[in-house]
């Protein structure tokens, strides 16, 4: 069965750093795109980055270009989001997203805070 396992948030200061993890099972993780989203306080789930199987096309909202980058390990059935020089509007539960045949797989979402 699909599983997504987040890891990596916490609690950072606006400029610091922090890098996401997602552990992805289940399926044929280097044939399919996966994404990043996330949900912050009052706001709606919005797509933060994303990125192709094979060869490795990145996508960006606006809001993070520049700042965050998604990459992927297929070895290890990893995707990662290093988020750099965060702001406090990046806090936020993000998750690890991926559409397999008819269905779309979420992980539980790893919860971000950026905060002095």
């Known amino acids: 069965q699909v599983q997504l396992v987040e890891s990596g948030g916490g609690l950072v200061q606006p400029g610091g750093s922090l890098r996401l993890s997602c552990v992805a099972s289940?399926?044929?993780?280097?044939?399919?795109?996966m994404n990043w989203y996330r949900r912050g306080p009052g706001k709606e789930r919005e797509l933060v980055a994303a990125?192709?199987?094979?060869?490795?096309?990145?996508t960006y909202a606006d809001s993070v270009k520049g700042r965050f980058t998604i990459s992927r390990d297929n070895a290890k059935n990893t995707v990662y989001l290093q988020m750099d020089s965060v702001k406090p509007e990046d806090t936020a539960v993000y998750y690890c997203?991926?559409?397999?045949?008819?269905?779309?797989?979420w992980g539980k979402g790893t919860l971000v805070t950026v905060s002095s």
């Open positions: 997203r991926v559409f397999k045949g008819v269905k779309e797989y």
């Open positions: 990125i192709t199987p094979l060869f490795n096309t990145t």
């Open positions: 289940g399926f044929t993780f280097s044939s399919y795109s």
